[in-house]
């Protein structure tokens, strides 16, 4: 009987602690606020679920980051809404980088790092694009009139 109670007692606090879980709270403001029917915000929970689950940066290492991008083997004639993307890990920083910094300056780094995620990319099946390694680099494509 004690065990009973119990178990009742551990559903009823897990239930309670449910109820303050950030996606609980996401869930229930799809059903609530929103309207959605239960069908379309269980769908939404779980993608989103499997979304925060690829996304994790927990397997990040210093300096590495997550980024999407284009797998190689798509044709470039089609529109990139239409391309097959994957997300992949790249070293953005390397502890090397500071010793390459001090020897040889800011042009070879850049040119080391271009070099790193360009072949980190490819190793995993996806290729860079110069807008893309802008955005890493904080600098400009030569298109835009500036490297």
């Not at 009742?8 to 609530?32: G, S």
């Not at 309207?35 to 300096?63: H, K």
Request: proline share 1%; charged share 30%; net charge negative.
């Amino acid at each position: 009987m004690h065990e009973l109670m119990g178990e009742q007692m551990h559903d009823k606090t897990v239930d309670k602690l449910l109820h303050k879980d950030a996606m609980y709270q996401l869930e229930w403001d799809f059903k609530n606020k929103f309207d959605f029917s239960e069908i379309l915000a269980d769908a939404l929970m779980q993608r989103m679920r499997i979304f925060l689950e690829e996304n994790n940066s927990d397997n990040l290492g210093a300096g590495d980051i997550h980024c999407w991008g284009v797998k190689k083997n798509e044709p470039s004639e089609k529109s990139l809404d239409d391309m097959e993307k994957e997300q992949i890990k790249l070293t953005l920083y390397h502890p090397d980088d500071h010793e390459l910094l001090r020897e040889q300056g800011i042009r070879a780094l850049r040119q080391c790092k271009i070099m790193r995620m360009t072949v980190e990319a490819k190793e995993q099946g996806v290729l860079l694009t110069q807008d893309d390694l802008a955005l890493f680099l904080c600098s400009q494509t030569e298109q835009s009139g500036m490297t």
